[in-house]
């Protein structure tokens, strides 16, 4: 009986072991490999109108590729696997995330940063285990010849800032003073000084320039202040979605009947309906593509039906660039025949111009930052009318026909 | 400065103090009464906050109603989690330590559970007060104004309630000595439960009547529990007219502060200020010793 007992306890546990055995099938299979594509992100609090859309846009990708039954690279053929994890836009959380990410996720491959401060505290990690990271990190020390593997997936406020306020001047010549509000972080001392020298170079004087604890909700203290300066525009320039729909609103029932401009303008639909319509009226936004109109590309008015009919929310342009780098970086990795972060890297400085699914990129930034690390791509601005957002016109931006890059 | 811009800064830190002060209130109430340092505090407010949404933005309930809403069902959420929770607990050795470890926990499970059941993302109230009152040059819009006195209006009634019912008069009494209390024939363990109960709904009421100004999230009790903790501290804990005060004086410093300084120069101010307060008066502005 005992023996018996015993026969069965280790059939049990053979055909346990079996079952864990990866990839088993029972059958002689040729290598079927994972790619893992990682990301941290700001997954919940003002910043998730960031960060959701683009982890789901890198899970939308690998489900594409599987679909058609992977991503052939060399001899092998890859599933994608995507793995998500939130820092709630705290650096020490980042850090924790991308040392989880590379030393038990072992990715290669980091799409779609947002919040620059997390940057900063993931390069030290993810550098020097060359690991690729693709970003919307707006600030100065994410790109450099230090950092190879460090790429820009979108434009950040060095590129926009120079265009939208030379947009801005040309257009509407009566504005003189602004004012600007970002966080008191690395993304918006940088995006400050960005917009500074922007306003600046087309004669506009900054009047005020103002940094608030992202989170706040009562923004009147300080609007007040800068509402005493008179300013003829006010930039919410890199705030995030959540605390910058209260600021536009808040400015409103101060009174405020002055321009609006959002440099870092991402989310535009999202953010009239938490501001309110007379509230968002006039504000203009740099990612104002309607990515459900004929400005955008067939693939990309599909991402953009998916999205709304999985989550029952708008896909915003900036969400769309993570499935763009996810096309330029495996289309390296097949051309390459490998997955190794060097020679895709090199592969994809060398090509510089891709079509995806999200229009043209260019990969530029070697005068400005000593390496092409920074991917250019259209950006639509628009402004907010009658509550919805209406296209005016693409941004003209460097390296897509403009020297300085 | 022009003098309207001091008007406005006083309006401002009136609504912000009143802010404070109403999230404080039940905090102080409950460590009064029980010694329990309630963190899950901010998510009672937060929750609150969605009763509103709901019942005016999803299902067109007008904003008194959802006011009331918020109080009740946020009362009897507090006064459950006491029964399930906390009560169980006083038996226990260090029970201070237990009790907070468990209003953590609480916290992050009543957030997760607001993540997937309402999701990440900012939502908005509709205003039911729509327009701007313009006083030469002092703006305050009637959703504030109807804010301030519906808060002003809860706070005298909490006074009302503790100064002048049997059923304040045990709070109070259980809040001075409980076994004294106990030993006059006041229930305890059905005072401590409805004490909670009043705390969580005086925040859950906060959170209600600030949703259409500010908007809610899941992540909403974070924000606020830190602040709600400074004016605890600042006013004396367990002290209900401290957590009025500071309340308003916490609001009036950042108010004030705001327009001659920075927003991080303000918050070191603020910070150094309450510790020179609490150097001088370790127990709080109204506080006892």
């Known amino acids: 009986m005992k023996e018996k007992r015993m026969m069965t306890a280790v059939l049990f546990f053979a055909m346990f072991v079996i079952a864990l055995l990866p990839g088993y099938t029972g059958k002689a299979v040729a290598a079927e490999k994972t790619l893992v594509i990682g990301t941290t992100l700001p997954l919940s609090g003002p910043a998730a109108g960031w960060g959701l859309g683009l982890s789901r846009m890198n899970d939308f990708f690998a489900e594409d590729i599987n679909k058609k039954g992977g991503l052939k690279i060399g001899k092998d053929v890859y599933k994608i696997k995507t793995v998500a994890y939130d820092h709630k836009g705290s ?66 406020q060095m590129e926009i800032a120079p265009a939208m306020y030379a947009w801005i001047k040309k257009n509407n010549p009566n504005i003189k003073t602004m004012a600007q509000i970002n966080p008191n972080d690395t993304s918006g001392w940088d995006t400050a ?30 609007l007040t202040r800068i509402l005493a300066k008179k300013p003829d525009l006010i930039d919410v320039a890199v705030t995030a979605p959540g605390d910058g729909a209260l600021i536009v609103k808040q400015l409103y029932e101060l009174g405020y009947k002055g321009a609006k401009a959002w440099t870092c303008g991402t989310n535009p639909v999202e953010i009239i309906k938490l501001s309110g319509n007379e509230a968002a009226e006039g504000l203009w936004f740099a990612y104002g593509q309607d990515l459900n109109g004929t400005n955008s590309s067939p693939e990309t008015r599909a991402l953009a039906k998916r999205y709304m009919e999985k989550f029952n929310e708008p896909l915003a342009p900036h969400h769309v660039t993570s499935y763009a780098m996810l096309e330029i970086f495996t289309q390296a990795m097949v051309k390459a ?28 930034g070697k005068k ?38 | 400065m022009e003098i309207t811009l001091l008007f406005q800064g006083g309006l401002n830190g009136v609504m912000l103090g009143l802010n404070y002060a109403l999230i404080a209130l039940g905090l102080s109430l409950i460590f009064g009464i029980m010694g329990i340092v309630n963190f899950a505090h901010g998510e009672m407010y937060m929750l609150g906050g969605y009763v509103s949404y709901f019942l005016i933005g999803r299902f067109g309930f007008d904003f008194f109603t959802s006011i009331i809403a918020a109080i009740v069902i946020i009362g009897l959420l507090g ?82 309630f503790l100064l002048r019912t049997r059923m304040g008069n045990a709070i109070r009494a259980v809040a001075q000595d409980k076994e004294a209390a106990a030993l006059q024939g006041v229930q305890v363990s059905r ?43 600042l006013g004396g804990m367990g002290s209900i007219p401290g957590a009025m005060l500071g309340g308003l004086v916490l609001g009036f410093i950042e108010s004030f502060g705001s327009l001659f300084f920075a927003v991080p120069t303000v918050s070191a101010i603020t910070f150094v200020l309450i510790i020179v307060i609490l150097i001088i008066r370790p127990q709080g502005l109204l506080g006892h010793e």
Not at chain 1, 369 to 391: N, P, T, W
Not at chain 2, 199 to 214: K, N, Q, R
Request: proline share 5%.
């Open chain 1, 91 to 156: 650096p020490s959380e980042a850090a924790a995330n991308a040392t989880k990410l590379v030393s038990q996720d072992k990715i290669k491959y980091l799409i779609g940063g947002v919040i620059a401060a997390t940057g900063m505290a993931e390069l030290p990690i993810t550098q020097p285990a060359k690991v690729v990271t693709t970003s919307l990190w707006w600030g100065k020390g994410i790109l450099g010849s230090d950092k190879p593997f460090s790429f820009r997936q979108t434009i950040s």
């Open chain 1, 193 to 222: 000084a960005a917009v500074r020298d922007a306003a600046e170079a087309n004669g506009i004087q900054v009047v005020a320039q103002e940094f608030f604890e992202r989170g706040t909700k009562d923004m009147y203290p300080f």
């Open chain 1, 337 to 364: 025949g490998t997955t190794d972060t060097t020679a895709v890297s090199n592969l994809v400085e060398k090509m510089k111009k891709f079509n995806t699914s999200f229009g043209p990129f260019v990969l530029v």
């Open chain 1, 368 to 405: 400005k930052y000593g390496i092409d690390r920074q991917f250019v791509h259209r950006m639509m601005l628009s402004q907010a009318r009658g509550g919805k957002s209406v296209e005016i016109e693409w941004l003209p931006l460097p390296g897509l026909g403009l020297p300085g890059y």
């Open chain 2, 79 to 160: 006064m459950l989690f006491e029964k399930s929770i906390f009560r169980p607990l006083t038996t226990r050795p260090r029970e201070a330590l237990t009790s907070l470890i468990a209003a953590v926990g609480l916290a992050w499970v009543l957030q997760m559970l607001a993540v997937i059941c309402f999701g990440d993302l900012d939502r908005n109230v509709p205003s039911t007060f729509k327009g701007i009152i313009n006083m030469g040059g002092v703006v305050i819009t009637k959703e504030r104004l109807v804010t301030i006195i519906i808060g002003i209006v809860l706070v005298l009634l909490l006074n009302l």
């Open chain 2, 191 to 233: 005072i401590s439960a409805l004490s909670f109960g009043i705390g969580c709904a005086l925040a859950g009421a906060a959170g209600a009547l600030m949703a259409p100004i500010f908007s809610v999230s899941p992540f909403l009790g974070g924000e606020v529990i830190l602040k709600a903790f400074l004016v605890v501290i």
